[in-house]
C-alpha cells in the first residue's frame, strides 16, 4: 500500500503473498497458505478443516487454532491457524462494495471475477494463515505451539 497504492497491494496479494507461502513452505517443511470463509481467490478456498476452524476463530473472536488430525490416508497431521483480523487499510479493498473506488474494483473483477472478500469492518475476521505439518516432522514446533496455548488459557 505504501509503495504504489491499493492497485500494488492487489498484485501483491495476488502474485506475491502466494510465492513467499510457497517458498517458506518448501523450507519448513509445513505447508502454508492462506484461507478464509469469504475468499476473493477461489486457491484459497478452505478445507472443512479449515471452514471449521474458523468459524470457531470467528464466533469464539480467538486469534489461533490448533489440532492434531488423521488425514484420509491415515496420517497424523498438525494443523494451525493464525487469525487475519481487519485492518484499517484492508477496508480499502475489502470494505462494503459501495464504497471500494471504482478503478480499484475493476482492477479486482479482473483478476477476480467471483470474488466474495468485500463486507469487512476493521477488526472482522479476515481469514487465517494456514498452517499444516505431518508426524513427526512436526512434533517439536507443534508441542511448544500447544503448550504456549496450554499456559495462555491457564492465565
Known amino acids: 500500500m505504501k509503495e504504489g497504492g491499493a492497485p500494488h497491494a492487489i498484485g501483491v496479494c ?57 488425514d484420509s490416508a491415515g496420517n497424523q497431521q498438525f494443523r494451525y491457524l493464525s487469525a487475519i483480523e481487519m485492518g484499517k ?23 477476480y471475477p467471483d470474488d466474495h472478500a468485500v463486507g469487512f469492518e476493521p477488526g472482522d475476521l479476515r481469514g487465517a494463515f494456514s498452517l499444516t505439518v505431518s508426524w513427526p516432522e512436526g512434533k517439536a514446533v507443534a508441542d511448544s505451539l500447544m503448550l504456549t496455548k496450554e499456559n495462555k488459557e491457564s492465565n
Open 14 to 70: 495476488r502474485d506475491k503473498a502466494p510465492q513467499v507461502a510457497a517458498d517458506y513452505s518448501e523450507l519448513s517443511g509445513w505447508s502454508i497458505h492462506r484461507t478464509a470463509l469469504r475468499t476473493r481467490n477461489p486457491n484459497n478456498n478452505p478445507d472443512d478443516f479449515e471452514r471449521a476452524a474458523l468459524t470457531i476463530l470467528d464466533v469464539d473472536t480467538l486469534t489461533e487454532y490448533t489440532e492434531w488430525v488423521t
Open 89 to 111: 487499510p484492508c477496508v480499502t479493498c475489502h470494505g462494503p462494495r459501495t464504497g471500494i473506488d471504482d478503478s480499484l474494483e475493476t482492477i479486482i473483477n479482473e483478476y
